[in-house]
Nanobody
Framework: QVQLVESGGGLVQAGGSLRLSCVTS????????MGWFRQAPGKEREFVSA????????AYADSVKGRFTISRDNVKNTVYLQIFSLQSEDTGVYFC??????????????????WGQGTQVTVSS
C-alpha cells in the first residue's frame, strides 16, 4: 500500500504564499506521476498540477499557471506545490495523488490510484 501525507496548508492573506508538501511512503509505484488536486467547499475535486517522475514534464490548470510551481525530490519521496499570489478562489482542501506512468490524462482524477488525506488552504481577503 502507498501512503501519501500532505502538509503545509494554513490560513493566508490574499497575495501571500505557501508551499505544500506531499511525502510518499510504503510500497512505491514504479516511476509514478504525482499530481495535486483541490476541492473547494461544495465543489468537485479539480486538477491543479502534475509532474513526471523525471520532472521534465509538468502540467497546470489554466487557473493556476504562472502562480503555482510543482516540483519533486525523488530521494526524499516528496512532491511540492509552491503557491504564489494566493487568491480567495484558491481556498480549498489540497490533495496529492499518485498514478502509474503510461497513457491517460494527467488531469483525470480517475487515473490516480492513491491519495493523501488533504491539507486545508484558506485565503482571507
Amino acid at each position: 500500500q502507498v501512503q501519501l501525507v500532505e502538509s503545509g496548508g494554513g490560513l493566508v492573506q490574499a497575495g501571500g504564499s505557501l508551499r505544500l508538501s506531499c511525502v510518499t511512503s510504503g510500497r512505491t509505484l514504479d516511476r509514478p506521476i504525482m499530481g495535486w488536486f483541490r476541492q473547494a467547499p461544495g465543489k468537485e475535486r479539480e486538477f491543479v498540477s502534475a509532474i513526471s517522475w523525471s520532472s521534465d514534464t509538468t502540467a497546470y490548470a489554466d487557473s493556476v499557471k504562472g502562480r503555482f510551481t510543482i516540483s519533486r525530490d525523488n530521494v526524499k519521496n516528496t512532491v511540492y506545490l509552491q503557491i504564489f499570489s494566493l487568491q480567495s478562489e484558491d481556498t480549498g482542501v489540497y490533495f496529492c495523488g499518485a498514478r502509474r506512468s503510461g497513457p491517460g490524462s494527467w488531469r483525470d482524477i480517475s487515473e490516480y490510484e492513491y491519495w493523501g488525506q488533504g491539507t486545508q488552504v484558506t485565503v482571507s481577503s
